[in-house]
């Protein structure tokens, strides 16, 4: 099986840590023994117009390689310039998050642009012959013009043998924390506003203020090899995000059987159901508090490690080798011909998708 990942996410030198998530799942899928070439578009470093001058690269791609499938491997506007040039093979986009729920404390133009990213995904999702989502609500934001038989919740994978429990001690020395304090790691994300750090940052200042002793780390920008250390040197990860898709680092922190303080977003709940030692809080400073407060009292590691090990980047690789040959075979019966053209309905869907993405987070917003 061939597979050609399009991702507009992936590290480079400037940006270690962007799209980490992606290129660990195209590990595992080698090590499965499909055969992946990575065309990364380079939004970061030449801007939307690197959307509109792919074609001809990913043309000669094509041709050059071969694929049996495309895969785009984020949605928004990447995804449909994707399924609109792929004409003659089967196309699969993964859906992580953003690009279907939106942002909403990035600003006016930012949220403008965002909007506009929905309605490419919208597009996309109708285009492809199969869809990941990453987890349930990212099903539940695709429109309903979109056939369920051809979406999978697959979450992203995790390199078991990165992270994995290490002493903490160590870890500590190796950062330089001090090991007499409490320490609450926040995964920032490059600082994207919807990871709402100013929620975190109030709840450990009234941590502080009860007599907890906490000190508040930023993982941003950290090299993926490296977050091990981070994760175990930390006494909890706090994720206090508006929206999410499955996120990875909160995987990790339990394949390193650390404790995890979170709102209830994405497939968090799912993650740390039945986990001792682990806590879903409320978007509020003070149940912040009092849960990571619980984690202080606690004290020591949880045992998380054991539930992941089906999600491990080959358990992952697994489910989508298993995934592209159903889309192979139900493109083969439905011929090249059965691609969808755009139905009027999908935008009557889009506008209702926003108005009711704009409700669920509007109470969230204003508090902001």
Known sequence: MRVLAVTNLYPTPRYPAMGTFIEQQVLGLTRRGLDVEVMHVDRCERGMRSYFTMGAELRSRIEQFQPDVVHAMYGGVLAERVTGIVKDRPTVVSFCGSDLLGEYLSGSLRRISSEYGILASHIAARRAVGIVVKSRNLEEALPSTVNRSKVRIIPNGIALERFRPLDQVDCRHRLGWDPDKFHVLFPTNAGDPRKRLYLAQA???????????????????????????????????????????????I??????????????????????????????????????????????????????????????????ALHLGNFYHEVVESHKRQGVARRMQLNPNILLDFCLSILARRRKFGGQLKSH
């Open 203 to 249: 709840a450990v200042d009234k941590v502080n203020r009860s007599g907890l002793n906490a000190e508040l780390h930023q993982l941003r920008g950290v090299p993926h090899e490296e977050v091990p250390i981070w994760l175990n040197a930390s006494d909890v990860v706090l994720l206090t995000s508006l929206h999410e898709g499955s996120p990875n680092v």
């Open 251 to 316: 995987k990790e922190a339990l394949a390193c059987d650390r404790p995890v303080v979170s709102v209830d977003v994405g497939d968090v709940g799912e993650r740390l159901s039945g986990i001792e030692g682990c806590h879903i809080a409320m978007p509020d400073p003070d149940d912040i508090r009092v849960k990571l407060g619980l984690v202080r009292a606690r004290g020591g590691s949880i045992a998380g490690r054991e539930k992941m090990q089906a999600l491990s980047l080959e358990q992952t």
